[in-house]
């Protein structure tokens, strides 16, 4: 096997630059490096891949001795949609930071104090509807000119009463 002396000059100065940078403090640069390190290792594992070959698909006629390793491609692959889900991830690290740096002193209250707000405009919202249908109710019930019957709320207390001492008895 041979390695092509540029892409292993290639491979060392991305793997440098890249740890480099990912010493440093801002997290923009330390996304930028992590992005080098990763084409860096992308540039490894092709260059441990081998000689190249055939596709790496058998059929009649061809010898397994000329086909490349698919594995290294799968690798490669591989590390591509993990660094793009770590950058994405880094992204929003990055912005958050930047947000919360712009807010200054308020930091991440500025969120509860709407939230509070909004919470606080709901519960009278419920307290206003609230008091409009119980007047509503009210206004029905005087409205009517049904008598309330004196027989009826006897008879309910009695069975509300023989129903409560049902409940202690059953209790143990």
Do not use: C, H
Not at 20 to 34: H, K, N
Not at 107 to 118: F, P, Q, Y
Not at 137 to 164: F, K, Y
């Amino acid at each position: 096997m041979t390695a092509s002396l540029t892409l292993v000059v290639l491979m060392a100065v991305l793997f440098g630059a890249g740890v480099s940078i990912m010493l440093e403090r801002s997290l923009t640069r330390v996304l930028i490096g992590f992005l080098l390190v990763g084409n860096a290792v992308n540039i490894l594992i092709y260059l441990m891949s081998g000689a190249p070959g055939l596709a790496p698909i058998l059929g009649e006629g061809v010898d397994p001795e000329t086909i490349s390793d698919p594995l290294p491609q799968a690798f490669v692959l591989t590390a591509i949609v993990i660094n793009l889900g770590i950058t994405a991830f880094m992204l929003a690290l990055i912005y958050r930071s930047w947000w919360l740096a712009q807010l200054g002193a308020k930091g991440d209250l500025v969120d509860d104090e709407a939230d509070i707000a909004e919470d606080a405009e709901e519960a009278a919202d419920l307290i206003r509807s609230s008091a409009a249908d119980d007047q509503a109710i009210q206004d029905l019930i005087d409205a009517s000119d049904e008598e309330p019957d004196e027989d009826l709320d006897d008879a309910l207390e009695l069975e509300a009463s023989a129903r409560d001492r049902d409940d202690e008895e059953a209790k143990p």
